[in-house]
């Protein structure tokens, strides 16, 4: 069980194509090595595992790894990049997880296999070049040259465009893995898309994860059971509402807004409290990796250490250290939006859950445990049309702060929203 495709929860057909693409990617290395130049397809029968005839098997130097937020998209890029560096000898067990290769891609420090992680708003058009040219360069102990692009859809424009560029005509030994949440064209632009072959994943159950939380995590298993039911299918957020009390309050201040929002006197100082406790988290957050980063800095600098001298840094170095700061702040900022964003996600899927009980659909709820508290309460009480315009509210709310505005103002407008909508005397 050390294979690192075991860890693709629930995603077993897709950890089938990707293992038979790596062996595919195998034969195709072999013969670049023994001096090819033609096309990039290997038939099928000279890919041991692969039944002939099985065409998914041919090798691709693009791909698109979507799902939604949680679905583990970053995480099945990092196996199969693992899976094409693999050094196991048996072909049949790529990904082995137990080679030099397979540790260290899964570990994130193996020389050939880059991660792009867009840390403020978006990834600025000279770091993608940079990328490019160093994608462009021979792998050195590995089979490939990888780069992995998580979140590519906050590249900006230009910075696609570079990408594509390299997409187009790719170097014979070089492999992009793009990650985004969808193949809708605010996501990834249609021309990047068409050059990449596509790996749709699903979210997991919510019976996949509670054994991932129990087996892998060791957790309680009736805090499991808890977590994966209202997680939105999200292990990772699932993880921390199991064990951080602090995500679990938040999601309590979120979810609370529904009923405090009908009430005038309740509304703004609920929705106050969720932008500060949203700022508080996100402060948290960032704090414990800028420090880290600043440390690393300042040592990389020359300015670590006690010894006698060692304080003063050299020459250029306030230039190293302001622009740092300067991406932390733009990290920070991102990190809060992202924090109030799950908030208003949770909030959108209690409106959902009303609507699915005031309309009798057989619907799993996302917030089981509110059922009999919040859902069926507003549902006995607001008609879909309202519980409608209440779900439109949040997602403008969401629409809002995509598009820069201060978050106070955005959630404001839209309790007054909900308020209208809840209070609307619907006629007869
Ligand atoms: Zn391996």
Redesign the pocket.
């Known amino acids: 069980m050390t294979n690192?495709f075991d860890r693709l929860t629930g995603q077993e057909a897709i950890a089938d194509d990707l293992r038979a693409a790596a062996r595919a990617a195998r034969v195709l290395a072999h013969r670049l090595d023994a001096g090819a130049t033609d096309g990039l397809f290997v038939p099928d029968d000279e890919i041991p595992g692969v039944d002939a005839g099985w065409s998914r098997a041919s090798m691709t130097h693009s791909w698109l790894f979507t799902g939604p937020p949680g679905s583990g998209r970053s995480v099945a890029a990092t196996c199969f990049a693992?899976?094409l560096?693999?050094?196991?000898p048996d072909s049949s067990n790529?990904?082995?997880?137990?080679?030099r290769?397979?540790v260290t891609v899964m570990a994130k420090t193996h020389a050939d296999v880059r991660h792009v992680v867009p840390e403020g708003l978006s990834l600025a058009v000279g770091a993608m070049r940079d990328i490019v040219q160093a994608a462009a360069r021979r792998p050195g102990t590995g089979r490939w040259q990888i780069v992995i692009v998580e979140d590519a859809d906050r590249l900006t424009e230009q910075a696609a465009n570079a990408l594509l560029k390299v997409v187009e005509e790719p170097p014979p030994r070089t492999v992009f893995l793009l990650c985004a949440p969808s193949v809708d064209p605010e996501d990834i632009s249609v021309t990047l898309r068409s050059r990449c072959r596509h790996v749709a994943l699903v979210s997991p159950s919510p019976a996949d994860i509670e054994r991932v939380l129990i087996e892998r995590d060791g957790l309680d298993p009736e805090q499991a059971h808890w977590a994966a039911s209202v997680c939105g299918g999200h292990i990772g957020r699932a993880r921390r509402l199991a064990t951080d009390p602090d995500a679990r309050s938040q999601r309590e201040k979120a979810l609370s807004l529904a009923r405090a929002a009908s009430r005038d006197s309740t509304a703004y100082a609920a929705a106050e409290e969720l932008v500060r406790s949203a700022e508080a988290a996100a402060k948290a957050i960032s704090a414990e990796l800028d420090e880290a980063e600043t440390e690393e800095m300042k040592t990389a600098l020359g300015a670590g250490g006690t010894g006698k001298g060692t304080a003063r840094m050299p020459r250029g170095s306030a230039g190293a250290l302001k622009e740092l700061e300067k991406r932390q702040k733009s990290r920070a900022t991102r990190v809060g939006r992202d924090v109030l964003d799950r908030a208003l996600v949770d909030l959108a899927a209690l409106f959902r859950d009303a609507l699915v009980v005031g309309v009798g659909a057989k619907v799993t709820a996302m917030h089981p445990d509110k059922s009999d508290d919040i859902s069926i309460p507003l549902a006995g009480y607001a008609r879909p049309e309202q519980l409608l315009s209440c779900v439109e509210a949040v997602l403008d709310c969401r629409e809002a702060l995509d598009m820069n505005v201060k978050p106070k103002f955005a959630v404001d407008d839209m309790v007054a929203r909900i308020g209208l909508a809840l209070k609307r005397k619907v006629d007869a």
């Open positions: 690192v693992a899976a560096q693999c050094q196991s790529v990904g082995c997880g137990e080679c290769a397979c």
